[in-house]
């Protein structure tokens, strides 16, 4: 047991979480491409600084729709990822890790808040799993992985919670333990090539939005090519 | 996928991987990375990636020799190539050197420090020379596809005369000093691969090389482009090769003559084998196979032939690089997974960008047709059917970039961070002292010791309350557990804390809170020091503190234990200054009442050179 | 004036000294006891060690030759290695590249990297330099407590040496280890038993710089050889060509 989870802590660790890392590098620097090309064919030419800006807060501040539709959930939604950001970089047992492995560490969460943003996180994540599940325009919009990933998110923080704030028999504690770490590490490889990955597709996504969106001149023609379509009436 | 797509995603998966190699040789050093040793500083990155890269890039000088100063036009459509694979070439053992190399950014003071006596020296400069060459003859065939640098590509199509004509003399010069590089290890190198022609020998074996390379590179890309081999050419180019291979036989075995070495070949040691398993395969088969007409045109039999001349030559350069030094220094070397990495990943990255070059550039007669050059080829979709992949160019730098990804993130996951191949002492393990009432302590089983007279110290310490003054750890049921129940390494720390069993609910079955305070990350530094449970570990009377789970090495151990005492007395015994040297316990005579069986056992063959020579030898 | 260093197998004791005190000097790490090493002892953080000799159990102290010719110094591409007048062999790490083609030149294996570092050297016996400029000895001779290693001029310590063999011919084998070997060294030996081990083979009485000479010499008229060649040959050939009536086109 304790050979494995040094494994999951080691190797894997670092497996993991350098797919995390060159993964998101990858969808980051694809989509920069792409936002360029699509830049190159668009029509005009303006970048749109502002309505981009606007519209990324709008989405991590969802207050205009926070109250007029929804509430409850957009609220759920936005303290979800409060905690779900906060905790795992600022907690301190992950900081001593990182302290010991690289020798840089930062300033932590007293212990207290991290407890409060761990349980949040569990609350709220299990809300919005519900908000998606009780609204049946929200069901029809969702693909499987979009029920699978609030509940997949909060199993580290539930394992981790249990580990840290209850006296437990060593194997169990050691199987909570494991379970923390892997399935942290299976978010990670995931998080790269799943809609988590909008973590770092943010503000990019809403540019990408307005930019892609103006066509370039005689597209059409283009079109009705690779449809092989060329010529005929539309 | 077609052959180009698995093709061009194994190279970037093998970019991707060298990559992280290269991240670890950069920020660990070359112990890191490599089994290199001081007794073989050379090894795989010198032998293969230079010694033989040079060689495997020599089909640009002999090819350009042909067509523009013997003028045989008729090979002109394989000139290209020929250039672009020699320049990719000698960028990649550029690459490589900057791999290899202990201070790869000082790469350029061969530039302003000069040391004309040196091979290498004559060598990296004629690499720096042919590369920008190379580069001036290639940059041509990328020019013509723009009309902006007309002028500049009219001046260096008129500079290509001269420009060949200096290629060629720089190819002589580094071709044949890559031989001189090891004329300097006559004391290493076997005498069958050492003569003084070495520099002629490697020339003309370059020379045959180049031909042969040229075509096999001509066959591996009509293989995987499906393009019709240039078989006339080929057979044309192996018939040259022949000649030349044979030339190269009667030089090398002529120096084997002349230096009356023909014994060495038949003595049997593996070096024996190596050479004429080398000379088989490097030059005699493929000579006799050449030289067959049916043989020769038939694209199987250049296949074969091709093939066997490039992996003798890469054996020779290998064999001459290191391999067969290993008779002198007696150190085996076998390149570590990640030197091979490299290697791969820095051939991966040249063929990607020759396979580049050929879907974008004028290189042969004829374009091949690859889809992802083109964008308005018909949209692809995934293998369900349901998600498009993008345009061609898209849905190939999506694949390649995942598997380049990929890669390097395995390569960082297995980064050791440490120093892969130990000189082979730090792991060996300590073994209890043997003997009877007085101690041959001979922790790694070396026979090179100590006779410690136990009685003695015993005597001299005040009798049985003396015991917990050595034997600080008394394990149950053992009150003089020997000093390897802890100190089991002799150069390194050991675990003397079972961490396992004190938690497993078969073992001590004790909570994590018992020792790690809560709040608190749970780590050795910060859970309670063994002796606040353990309360008779350590005997009244002893000065060692136990904080730590983590024992001292055996060799530090014994050492403090005896050193320190033996300090203490010195200032206590003013008649034994010398009491705290090594050469009191390492170096002095028997005493007279040592049992006779302990010089016994000191005499057994295994114990020879046990330190306490005189007495053992008089005592009998 | 050349200096030199005069061991004296016979008299060394293996106390080591001389490795604690080129420790201390040059203030290197410490490294696993040579005697309990399973190689030669030298190590980017030991420059010299005592190697035990068998059968007979013998101390022998190895170090930085100091070779009157040096392999090294004719090998380094940038001459980070070179002679000075004192007759030590030094290194400029300044220069250095890192291509460790000294290490392979070296017919006693004596350079030794730091296989460890990010930021690798050569490492080796400098001969204590910077002491013999101040005017003292090296830190291991000045260590030894049997004058066993000994300081002092080339010519002189080669005239003791032989002094000593013909007081004592029982004592020592009637040769002077480094005398003539790879055309002399500045550490000589004195034994009673055979070195030979102490280089990679049998030891040549050539100076290692004079193998690769010939092949140096060569380059500038095998380089002018060779453009006269190809000229000459394009010229015969084009000649033959437009005889023929035939021509080979310039351009594609």
């Known amino acids: 047991m304790e050979s494995l989870l040094e494994f999951a802590r080691g190797p894997l660790f670092r497996l993991t979480f350098a797919i995390m890392l060159l993964g998101l590098a990858r969808v980051f620097i694809l989509d920069i491409w792409g936002l ?27 207050v205009k729709r926070m109250l007029n539709h929804r509430p409850f959930y957009s609220l759920s939604a936005f303290l979800f990822h409060v905690g779900l950001i906060l905790v795992p970089v600022f907690l301190f047992a992950h900081i001593q890790l990182w302290q010991a492995a690289l020798g840089v560490g930062w300033s932590a969460l007293p212990r207290n808040w991290a407890d409060l943003l761990t349980l949040s996180t569990i609350i709220f994540g299990l809300a919005i799993w519900a908000g998606r599940i009780g609204s049946r325009r929200a069901r029809a919009i969702s693909r499987k992985q979009d029920y699978l990933w609030p509940l997949m998110l909060i199993v580290p923080f539930v394992s981790g919670y249990l580990c840290v704030n209850t006296s437990l028999s060593p194997a169990v504690y050691q199987t909570l333990m494991l379970t923390h770490i892997l399935s942290a590490e299976i978010i990670f490889v995931l998080l790269p090539f799943t809609k988590i990955a909008h973590c770092v597709l943010m503000p990019l996504s809403q540019l990408i939005m307005t930019i892609a969106w103006k066509f370039p001149a005689r597209v059409d023609e283009d079109v009705a090519t690779t449809l092989g379509k060329k010529g005929a009436p539309v | 996928m077609n052959r180009v797509h698995v093709t061009k995603t194994i190279l970037w998966m093998l970019v991707g991987l060298s990559t992280a190699v290269a991240l670890t040789r950069y920020m660990f050093g070359l112990g890191a990375t490599t089994n290199l040793t001081d007794a073989t500083p050379w090894g795989l990155w010198i032998g293969f990636d230079v010694m033989a890269g040079v060689a495997l890039a020599s089909g640009g000088f002999v090819i350009t020799a042909i067509v523009y100063i013997m003028r045989q036009e008729r090979f002109r459509p394989i000139v290209r190539p020929a250039v672009l694979t020699a320049f990719l070439g000698y960028v990649a053992v550029i690459l490589s050197l900057l791999v290899d190399l202990g201070l790869p950014w000082n790469i350029w003071h061969m530039m302003i420090y000069w040391n004309p006596h040196s091979p290498l020296f004559e060598i990296g400069w004629c690499v720096m020379l042919y590369t920008s060459v190379l580069l001036l003859e290639f940059s041509p065939v990328p020019l013509e596809s723009t009309s902006r640098w007309a002028r500049v590509r009219s001046v260096l199509m008129k500079l290509r005369f001269p420009l060949v004509l200096l290629g060629i003399m720089l190819s002589t010069l580094h071709q044949s000093s890559l031989g001189s590089l090891v004329l300097i290890m006559p004391f290493k190198l076997h005498p069958l691969w050492y003569s003084a022609l070495l520099p002629i020998l490697f020339f003309i074996s370059a020379v045959a090389l180049g031909l042969v390379m040229v075509s096999f590179e001509g066959l591996a890309t009509s293989w995987l482009y499906r393009r019709k081999p240039e078989t006339d050419l080929v057979a044309r180019l192996c018939k040259a090769a022949a000649w030349v291979l044979g030339l190269y036989l009667v030089v090398r075995l002529g120096t084997i003559s002349a230096a009356g070495q023909w014994a060495l070949i038949l003595d049997g040691s593996w070096e024996s084998f190596l050479f004429v398993f080398e000379l088989l395969v490097m030059a005699v088969i493929p000579m006799i196979l050449f030289a067959i007409g049916r043989v020769r045109r038939a694209v199987s039999g250049q296949w074969i032939g091709c093939s066997l001349v490039v992996l003798g030559m890469v054996l020779n350069r290998i064999n001459t690089g290191g391999l067969t030094m290993i008779g002198a220094t007696g150190d085996f070397y076998f390149p570590s997974w990640m030197e091979f990495a490299v290697t791969a990943g820095i051939l991966s990255f040249m063929a990607l960008v020759f396979l580049s070059a050929v879907e974008h550039f004028h290189i042969w007669s004829e374009q091949p047709h690859e889809r992802e050059a083109d964008p308005h080829a018909s949209p692809e979709f995934s293998r369900s059917g349901e998600v498009w992949l993008g345009s061609p160019p898209v849905a190939a730098r999506t694949r390649y970039s995942f ?18 191949r130990s000189s082979g002492v730090s792991q060996v393990s300590a073994q209890a002292a043997r003997g009877g009432d007085t101690l041959f302590i001979d922790g790694n089983r070396d026979g090179f010791g100590v006779a410690f007279d136990h009685p003695r110290h015993v005597s001299a310490n005040g009798d049985k309350a003396s015991c917990v003054l050595c034997h600080h750890m008394n394990a149950p049921l053992d009150k003089q557990s020997g000093c390897t129940t802890c100190h089991r390494r002799m150069y390194q720390m050991a675990d003397a804390f079972q961490h396992d069993w004190h938690a497993s609910p078969k073992g001590a079955s004790i909570a994590c809170v018992i020792c790690h305070e809560e709040g608190v990350y749970r780590t050795a530094g910060s859970a309670l020091p063994c002796d606040a449970c353990h309360r008779d570990l350590v005997p009244p009377g002893v000065t060692i503190e136990v904080k730590s789970y983590r024992a001292p090495s055996y060799v530090d151990a014994m ?23 090594c050469r009191t316990c390492h170096e002095t005579p028997l005493p007279d009442y040592l049992q006779p069986d302990m010089a016994d056992l000191l005499r057994r063959p295994g114990y020879n050179h046990v330190v306490l020579p005189a007495v053992v030898k008089g005592s009998n | 004036m050349s200096k030199a260093i005069l061991t004296d197998v016979t008299k060394c004791i293996g106390c080591l000294e001389c490795v604690s005190a080129c420790n201390a000097e040059y203030d290197l790490p410490v490294d696993v006891p040579t005697v309990w090493q399973k190689n030669d002892g030298l190590s980017a953080k030991n420059w010299t060690s005592i190697l035990r000799q068998q059968p007979e159990g013998r101390y022998v102290r190895i170090q930085c030759r100091h070779c009157l010719e040096p392999a090294c110094a004719a090998a380094c591409p940038v001459g980070a290695l070179q002679r000075t007048a004192e007759g030590a062999v030094v290194y400029d790490e300044n220069k250095c590249l890192g291509c460790r083609y000294c290490m392979m030149a070296c017919p006693f294996g004596i350079p030794r990297y730091d296989w460890d570092r990010a930021l690798p050297y050569v490492r080796k016996c400098t001969l204590c ?102 000229l000459g040959l394009n010229w015969i050939i084009k000649r033959r060509q437009k005889l023929q009536g035939g021509h080979g086109s310039e351009e594609e």
């Open chain 3, 129 to 230: 330099i910077d002491r013999i400029r101040d005017g003292r000895e090296p830190a291991c001779i000045a260590a030894c407590p049997e004058d066993a290693t000994i300081f002092g001029e080339r010519e002189d310590l080669l005239v003791l040496a032989h002094q000593r063999i013909a007081d004592h011919p029982d004592r020592y084998i009637d040769r002077v280890w480094g005398e003539h070997e790879f055309g002399g060294t500045g550490v000589l030996y004195l034994s009673d038993v055979d070195l030979e081990f102490l280089s990679y083979r049998p030891a040549m009485d050539i100076a290692l710089p004079k193998t690769i000479e010939a092949a140096m010499q060569s380059v500038a008229p095998a380089f002018v050889g060779m453009g006269a060649f190809m």
């Open chain 1, 36 to 62: 360029v090309e699509a830049y190159n064919r668009a029509g005009d030419k303006s970048i749109p600084w502002r309505l981009t800006l606007t519209r990324t807060l709008e989405w991590i501040f969802p």
């Open chain 2, 403 to 420: 598997a380049f990804v990929m890669a390097l993130a395995v390569g960082v996951a297995l980064m050791p961070g440490e120093r892969i």
């Open chain 2, 559 to 581: 050492h403090d234990l005896c050193v320190s005492c033996h300090r203490r007395k010195t200032l206590e015994l003013t008649d034994r200054p010398d009491h705290a040297q």
